[in-house]
């Protein structure tokens, strides 16, 4: 892990980042339209106001899309390969960048819709990644 | 809105009168990529009979037209670094022309030069962006992990088999087209549907074979008047239509992972030009990956969303078949120094200036190119006619 890039947070995304380290997520949603966001920003970007409020939820969520990747991007994911790049979309909403854990590495295994739920993996101190696992576990 | 009456009127009043490549292109580890900038422009100014101090405007991605007009040596009245990717060269052509019918300029040059194969010092991003702080972390890095993404979405709402039938056509067919072209990296070696299938995963579902060269290049291309482009050296390539755009950076911020921007700026560079998109003999689509082509054809309108499989099935677009695409061999076996786009304009125009050689199309009056950049996040499409 050691030459992993690690994320800088900034000022916007501190909460979010900080939530994770307790095994909390915590999303944007705004007051105006009522839409949850993610990335966090400053504003909505649906309505462009900046009445937004930090709401704790629960991970549920489903399985958009994945791919499994074999070569590594960078030397420092040469141990990990292969691994499951995914993209989850929240119960609430928006679509999450994350890995897929504690599942084959077999495209014939994942299917695109299942449910996946959070997986938080503690890196050090001072950072913890949201991954995701598959909610029921499947036969492999 | 684009205002299609302003934009009618400034449709086919510029030309394309010069293009080339630098002098070598493939692996060029003695030249540094500000040598193959210098080298390309040159090549395209004598394509077109003009001097560097005929060049009042330039163009250029991935560097500042700063540092490339200092090392060319000019002195630029109206300059343009934007930079969204490999499709930043084709949506130059759009400001360029902007710019000249504004009279900023006369004589706009766009150029190109990257080492992706060899580079002493490649370039780097700000890591405090979104992309490096909520993907990287993950492995999400580079285009091969995020189009693949984008890939298995389209398999799963319009079935796998079919998908992996239409990339592996692309790959096959483009490799056909690149062994008709001597500069092509893979001219001397053919690729069967089982060297495809074959070939190891690089991000699944992605064979090694779906994926674009990395090579150093340069590549360059002269805008101007229509009028002046009577008195140039070659038959000039008029500017019918151009249309550019993005609608996202890193790929889970995409809005619809099978409809990139192009599903805008398709539409819009036809009804500029006034054509209709039957009326193509050539298509250059950007091919940083066999399933960028896939889904560009749609985006663009070529046929309807998941109906792209059967579509290159009908059409054949191997040399020879009923719909030229990516002549030169493309980004998968032509070259792709890493930004790609400028190489669909080169071809192009040498294919209406029936200057393409072995691989020379027939009849080629009308040709779109669509340039693709960032992580599926950048289009442009141009319309060009002779």
Redesign the interface.
Known sequence: MNNKPKPISQPESDKYWNGLKNKEIWIQKCKTTNKYQFYPRVHCINCTENDIEWVKISGEATLFSFAIVFLAPTPAFTDDVPYINALIKLKEGPIIPTNLVNINPDPEKIKIGIKVKPVFEKIDENLTLLKFEPSEQTSN | MPNYNKLKNISGNTSIVGVAESDQIGKVPEKSPLALHAEAASNALDDAGLKFSDVDGLFTAGWSTLDVAEYIGIQPRFTDSTSVGGSSFVIHIAHAIAAISAGYCEVALITHGQSGRSDRAPLSRH??I?M???????????P??SY??????YM?LYGEDKTREAMANIAVSTRKWANLNPKAYFYNKEMTLDDYHDS???????HLLDCCLVTDAGAAIVITTKDRAKDLRKKSVNILGIAEGHDHS????MPD?TKAFGTKTGPQAIKMSGINLEDIDLAMIYDSFTFTVLVSLENIGFCNPGEGPEFLLEKNISPGGGFPLNTNGGGLSYTHPGMYGIFTIVEAVRQLRNEAEDRQIDNCNLALAHGTGGLLSSTATVILGI
Do not use: K, T
């Not at chain 2, 490096?132 to 999400?140: A, F, R």
């Not at chain 2, 693949?148 to 979405?153: E, F, G, K, V």
């Not at chain 2, 190891?200 to 992605?206: G, H, T």
């Not at chain 2, 890193?250 to 911020?253: D, E, N, T």
């Open positions: 890591d405090g979104p490096i702080q909520y993907e990287y972390p993950y492995g999400i890095i580079g091969p992990s693949s993404l984008a890939c298995n979405r799963h190891r995963w690089v991000s699944w579902p992605f890193m790929i889970s911020q992972l």
